[in-house]
């Protein structure tokens, strides 16, 4: 049914269960988004159909879905956002920084300046003194969250930020 919208142009757009965000194309389908990759506003999108599922929606680039792309091309959707998406959405970051003390809480606190909501958080050792923080945080688009990224990587102590994939299955 989508496919024959999508070839006849049709693109009322509804929002997803959530209430967050339309998508061109998914009328009355259930629509969710990979915790895999997190798309967000403004990202290349593509949906993967599941029989049962609905749509996932995936960041285009998304590991989890190459070999699906590959084996089951008709599976795998070429998406767009609604215009002006509203709600806020799910992002990980991986900074890797030399943890001093307060480091962790300067990161946090310049983190909610910039109207971002910190929703986890994890920690690991890379060698003495550096470590790999892992964070998954709210918001609104690729514009907010670059901004974000460009408040954490004015710190002193980071040494590198970037959108964070987590290899699992959708």
Known sequence: AIVARRLLGENEDIPDKKGNVAIRGTEGLLVTYARCCHPIPDD????????????TIHQNGCPNIRKLAKEEP???????????????FKASLRIELF??????????????????NIIGLQTEEKESNIY???LELTT?????????????RIMP???RV???????HH
Not at 74 to 88: A, F, K, N, Y
């Open 132 to 134: 790999f923080v892992d």
């Open 162 to 168: 970037s959108r964070h994939s987590q290899s699992r």
């Open 157 to 159: 102590e980071v040494q």
């Open 99 to 116: 943890n001093h003390q307060g480091t962790l809480a300067t990161l946090t606190n310049n983190i909610a300046s910039c109207d971002s």
């Open 140 to 152: 609104y688009n690729r514009v907010h969250l670059a901004n974000v990224m460009r408040k954490i």
């Open 74 to 88: 008709q599976r795998v959707l070429q998406m767009s956002w609604d215009e002006e998406p509203q709600g806020e």
């Open 44 to 55: 290349e999108i593509v949906s993967v159909l599941s029989p049962g599922k609905g749509m």
